[in-house]
């Protein structure tokens, strides 16, 4: 009895390991720096692959901290998809050292830098030293709060899907393909909802929000940190706060996860309006998909800035 026992467990563990052991090779196993780049990754890859963000969107990707289960995930991966100009400097570098995966190697198939196929903004000519700021020397990593630069983005990630699992182009081609109408219909609605901002002068807190301005046609004419990365000083707000007041300035738009005091004191000061900005995927935990950033962020801009 005792040994009939003993087998049926050991089949039992055998079974559950065979299980998971066959969800777990069920399609290309694809990391990626953000959650943007998971949700459209997702998109063109569907049952296909198996992707996971290694930070949330709740937080500022220009830091994170590597941590053991990250290594873990990047040293199985398949693919990494990255951002790239710079935007995980801090800490992708020593992640990739650490999980010793020379498939998802700069240079390899399985490295996908999306840095590379989208037309950066903000690109400074010249020498490039830290009296530029602590960031965005590589030119503007934000690139995916522009809809259209979502097309570039999934191009590119279809275009590695493909080389990586060929079995499965037909689907990869036909979710592009899916994608990039929802994504273009969607734009043009888009852009009638914020038509009344055409124009407009806006500030924002990082220099994050240009590529947005640029789709949507507002004027980004300063921001509340001095340079990129470099906390704002009583000094560098008295300035804003005069401009603000000469050249009335009505909306500033901020990230979730920065410092609102600044921006409260101008707003104190000023009567500018202050709108927090879901930037991306996981902000919010209503936002799911691209489209969805997109919709949230519309929806949120469509009410302000109409006086
Ligand atoms: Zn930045």
New binding site residues.
């Given amino acids: 009895m005792n040994n009939l026992f003993q087998i049926l467990s050991y089949l039992t563990i055998f079974f559950v390991l065979s299980l998971s052991a066959s969800t777990a090779s069920a399609g290309l196993k694809v990391e990626t720096t953000t959650q943007d780049l998971a949700a459209i990754t997702k998109a063109i890859g569907g049952e296909h692959v198996d992707v996971h963000s290694l930070t949330l969107g709740t937080r500022d990707p220009?830091f994170a901290v590597a941590r053991p289960s990250m290594i873990r995930r990047v040293y199985r991966a398949d693919l990494l998809v990255v951002i790239g100009a710079d935007?995980e400097i801090g800490w992708l570098p020593p992640l990739l050292q650490s999980a010793r995966n020379h498939r998802i190697q700069p240079g390899n198939p399985g490295y996908l830098d999306l840095s590379r196929v989208v037309p950066l903004l903000g690109k400074t000519k010249g020498p490039i030293d830290r009296s530029m700021g602590d960031?965005?020397t590589k030119g503007?990593?934000?690139y995916w709060l522009d809809p259209a630069n979502g097309i570039y983005i999934a191009n590119a990630i279809a275009k590695r899907l493909v080389q990586l699992d060929p079995g499965h182009a037909t689907a990869y081609q036909a979710n592009l393909k899916t994608f990039k109408q929802v994504l273009n219909r969607k734009l043009s609605k888009w852009k009638k909802d914020l038509e009344h901002l055409k124009g407009k002068p806006v500030i924002t807190y990082?220099?994050?929000l240009i590529y947005l301005a640029n789709a949507f046609g507002f004027q980004i004419v300063d921001e509340v940190e001095p340079k990129?990365?470099i906390a704002p000083s009583a000094a560098s707000l008295n300035n804003l706060m005069t401009r603000i007041k000469n050249e009335n300035i009505k909306l500033l738009l901020i990230e979730p996860y920065y410092e609102r005091r600044s921006a409260e004191y101008l707003k104190q000061q000023t009567g500018i309006q202050v709108i927090v900005i879901p930037q991306s995927v996981g902000a919010q935990t209503t936002i799911k998909t691209y489209v969805e950033l997109f919709d949230a962020i519309v929806n949120i801009l469509s009410s302000t800035g109409k006086n």
């Fill in positions: 220009h935007m960031v965005h503007n990593p934000h990082h220099k994050s990129p990365g």
